[in-house]
């Protein structure tokens, strides 16, 4: 058995964690992957490291690997899919950030995430992803996100009008600092902040949300994912800013862009059968109102 180990980077006491999850995977005798910069870090114990191999990126992963694990937070988890992309290795998050939605596994359960992994005894959650196409190379090989693509105005110019349309057809001219399409993943994320929706993951959905609207009539749309969204953007500056997720690209005013679903998915690991209903509770402390 193989897995891989990522992380953005670890702070100093964060080490302890690492050490047990090390550990636990030299009880089962399991190979490591463990990424570079990870791995140089730290000073870890020479034992620890028997089965230890580093890797820089996507071309050091191979179809044996079992699970790919993320020590961090969500950020962790988007970052680890366009690693991943479409080799669709199980993703299973440890949580070391703050919120937690996919990095949903805490530090405390090293064991049994490791128990779970030698075990098959996990479950797949299947997420899917959003995939830019535009008339010029942008995000070089990973052109697609885990929970949004966005377009926004930079910082120094006023608001833009995105002329928007969904299968060719006109929806509408949003006056705004900028413009979100989410996934079903990505619904409790930015889009949720701009007061767009929460849809549930396996809806097969995208959220249409405009950053900050001129027009206040104008609010979320929901959308299938089958579709395929378009723009052309109307500025005063002759650039704006294209995300997917938290990666950035500065662009000309003048490039073609649309969105559509990814043809493949990610797919995260959950230790047990807790339902989207009870992490909207837990994340979002629904239902803790002292008056309840």
């Known amino acids: 058995m193989k ?9 100093h006491e964060q080490e302890a964690p690492l050490l047990i999850l090390l550990e636990e995977l030299a009880k089962h005798k399991i190979s490591v992957l463990m990424y570079r910069t990870l791995l140089t870090a730290y000073n ?20 044996q690997i079992d699970c790919f694990i993320t020590l961090g937070g969500d950020g962790t988890i988007l970052d680890a899919t366009t690693i991943v992309r479409e080799k669709m290795i199980p993703l299973l998050g440890i949580n070391f950030g703050r919120l937690g ?25 299947k997420r899917s992803l959003i995939h830019l196409d535009s008339n010029i190379d ?13 377009i926004h105005k930079r910082d120094t110019a ?19 600092d900028g413009l979100i399409v989410a996934t079903p993943t ?6 949720l902040s701009c007061t767009g929706p929460i849809v549930f993951p396996d809806s097969r ?6 950053v900050a609207p001129h027009n206040l009539n104008v609010r979320s749309i929901v959308v299938a994912d089958s579709s395929i969204i378009s723009f052309e953007i109307e500025s005063r500056s002759d650039q704006f800013i294209c995300a ?19 043809v493949f998915d990610a797919n995260l690991i959950k230790l047990n059968e807790n339902s989207f209903l009870s992490t909207l509770r837990e994340k979002l402390t629904w239902g803790m109102d002292k008056r309840n």
């Open 158 to 176: 006023p608001m833009i009008k995105i002329h928007t349309y969904l299968n060719g057809e006109f929806l509408n001219t949003f006056w705004a």
């Open 44 to 63: 870890l114990p020479i034992p620890l490291l028997e089965n230890v191999t580093p890797f820089d990126g996507y071309g050091d992963l191979d179809s």
């Open 101 to 125: 939605f996919l990095a949903n596994i805490s530090k405390d359960e090293l064991s049994l995430a490791v128990d779970a992994i030698v075990n098959h005894t996990f479950i797949s959650d």
């Open 244 to 262: 997917l997720d938290a990666r950035r690209e500065i662009v000309d005013k003048n490039i073609q862009l649309a969105v559509r679903r990814e």
């Open 138 to 150: 942008l995000f070089e090989d990973s052109p697609f996100a885990l929970n949004e693509f966005a």
């Open 205 to 210: 959905n995208f959220v249409i949300t405009p």
């Open 3 to 11: 897995v891989a180990i990522y992380s953005r980077g670890l702070d």
């Open 186 to 191: 990505g619904s409790t994320g930015y889009s």
